[in-house]
Nanobody, 119 residues
Framework: QVQLVESGGGLVQPGGSLTLSCAAS????????MAWYRQAPGDQREQIAQ???????AYADSVKGRFTISRDNAKNTVTLQLNELKPEDTAVYFC?????????????WGQGTQVTVSS
């Protein structure tokens, strides 16, 4: 199992930047694929970035070119750099770790961190 704790959310003006961090505890962090999701009020939770093993990133079209995901397996952390933020990026951001077993995908979630983009 893995436990996840996000940090780094807050209020930022449009065009600004934030860095979200996710600290993982537990075993075998490097064996998990890591992702960031977000959920705005009234919307479904959506995946916006993922980094798999080996470290291959993938992004939703809505954030491509503005957000960057990275991981440090030595420190058990995954980071999401948010640049050129827009009001529509306002949401609760969740860190996700997942792997696959014979019974299917197993997901672990952090508690979420609020990002608000507003002038």
């Amino acid at each position: 199992q893995v436990q996840l704790v996000e940090s780094g959310g807050g209020l930022v003006q449009p065009g600004g930047s934030l860095t979200l961090s996710c600290a993982a505890s537990g075993s075998a962090f490097s064996t998990y694929a890591m992702a960031w999701y977000r959920q705005a009020p009234g919307d479904q939770r959506e995946q916006i970035a993922q980094i798999t093993r080996p470290d291959i990133p993938a992004y939703a079209d809505s954030v491509k070119g503005r957000f960057t995901i990275s991981r440090d397996n030595a420190k058990n952390t995954v980071t999401l750099q948010l640049n050129e933020l827009k009001p529509e990026d306002t949401a609760v951001y969740f860190c996700n770790a997942h792997h696959y077993r014979r019974t299917g995908r197993v997901d672990y979630w952090g508690q979420g961190t609020q990002v608000t983009v507003s002038s």
